[in-house]
């Protein structure tokens, strides 16, 4: 039933969305003549390496730097691709991943090779099911560029205050994974972008609902520093 949902949803956006993602493509091909796409390796369901595809939102050859996170401030991001990012239209070519199978509409988000080198062993649970464009982490995240604005090593802070509850809510995803928490999650993806903190408020009593760990629940109110949870 996922991978009918999956292919139903995403050939259904892809077609919706078509028009905008022609224009995107146009508009970042014109601003200096490169490709227009991201080819991101990703490692996916049992360890398998695939390419996810985004729209360029950064310099040609910024992921040369070694820098994995990306701030909000981050210098290799393009005037475009920051009103790209800000909108999440860069997201819109990975329906072409979930039509292909190689990635879900809801589901862990994809990590590169080097991320997926420092997984606990608890954390290759998250390779255990396809990645998704969105799941919990990407609501109660979605300002992750904000959060390590003016970092000296964003790939550091990250992975301290972001990458530990990023896991968490991953792995909790895997354990309780359905196809109405799957439609759940896309109501509230769609939700978290009209009104972020309405998102917030129903994801933390659908956390209440899991059991979740306590700890994980506060958090995920985002109505506290993230160094509090450290």
């Known amino acids: 039933m996922k991978r009918v949902i999956d292919i139903t949803l995403s050939g259904f956006g892809l077609f919706i969305f078509l028009p905008i993602i022609l224009v995107l493509i146009l508009l970042i091909w014109v601003q200096d003549q490169r490709s227009p796409f991201y080819k991101a390796p990703r490692v996916g369901k049992d360890h398998k390496t695939f390419i996810m595809y985004k729209l360029r939102t950064m310099k040609v050859d910024a992921d040369k730097s070694g820098v994995e996170s990306t701030s909000i401030d981050d210098g290799r991001i393009t005037k475009l691709g920051k009103l790209i990012r800000t909108s999440k239209m860069d997201e819109i070519s990975q329906l072409w991943n979930v039509l292909m199978g190689n990635m879900s509409l809801v589901g862990p988000r994809p990590n590169t090779l080097n991320g997926v080198k420092d997984y606990t062993e608890l954390e290759n649970k998250l390779l255990s099911i396809k990645p998704g464009i969105t799941d919990l982490s990407s609501i109660v995240f979605s300002d992750e560029g904000a959060i390590l604005e003016g970092s000296r090593d964003p790939d550091d802070l990250y992975n301290k205050i972001i990458r530990p509850w990023k896991s968490k809510l991953g792995i909790l ?43 994980l629940i506060e958090l995920c109110k985002r109505d506290k520093d993230l160094i509090d949870f450290i």
Not at 189 to 197: G, Q, V, W, Y
């Open 173 to 215: 995803y895997v354990e309780k994974h359905n196809p109405f928490l799957d439609i759940f999650i896309l109501i509230c993806t769609c939700l978290a972008i009209l009104n972020k903190r309405l998102a917030l408020i129903v994801v933390n009593k659908l956390l209440l609902f899991l059991n979740s760990e306590e700890k």
